[in-house]
């Protein structure tokens, strides 16, 4: 697998798409119009997930590349693992702003993961993950294979 930049930026998008489309989705009543809540989706998303991939996917490949073979199975796994640390900041972000007039609200940060339980956003930014490394990998491999047909 090779890095390149089309990878980096093209491999975030079909899944900021869907949560574009699942935020337009939620937010489309009362004469609302839904292209603004999918663009606020789209790149909200996006903005999330270039981010946690420059900062902790690159970098924890860098190192699985160090000590093994990354395969396919590896990457996606690596990628729903680095889906599910970005849990923990964004509920982070959620509970301060989720107390009376959007300040912190009474009980503990604890106290607020245990209330949320098994949500959505648990459940779909690991899946997240593992779709943009799945998309990340292809496109690596894919710039590995016509680099290596050009020199052919």
Do not use: C
Request: proline share 6%; net charge positive.
């Amino acid at each position: 697998m090779k890095f390149t930049w089309n990878a980096f930026f093209l491999a975030p998008l079909p899944v900021s798409a869907l949560f574009g489309l699942a935020f337009a989705a939620m937010t489309t009543g009362g004469g609302q119009n839904p292209i603004y809540g999918f663009l606020f989706g789209f790149i909200g998303s996006g903005f999330i997930i270039v981010l946690s991939t420059l900062f902790l996917f690159l970098p924890a490949l860098y190192l699985l590349t160090r000590f093994t073979a990354p395969n396919a199975l590896k990457v996606r796994l690596l990628g729903a693992a680095i889906g599910l640390a970005t849990y923990l900041p964004i509920t982070r972000v959620v509970y301060g702003a989720s107390g009376h007039d959007s300040g912190p609200p009474e009980g503990t940060y604890l106290e607020f993961l245990v209330g949320w339980g098994l949500n959505s956003l648990l459940l779909m930014l690991p899946a997240a993950g593992f779709i943009t490394a799945m998309i990340y990998r292809y496109l690596g491999d894919r710039a590995k294979r016509v680099t290596v047909e050009r020199q052919s």
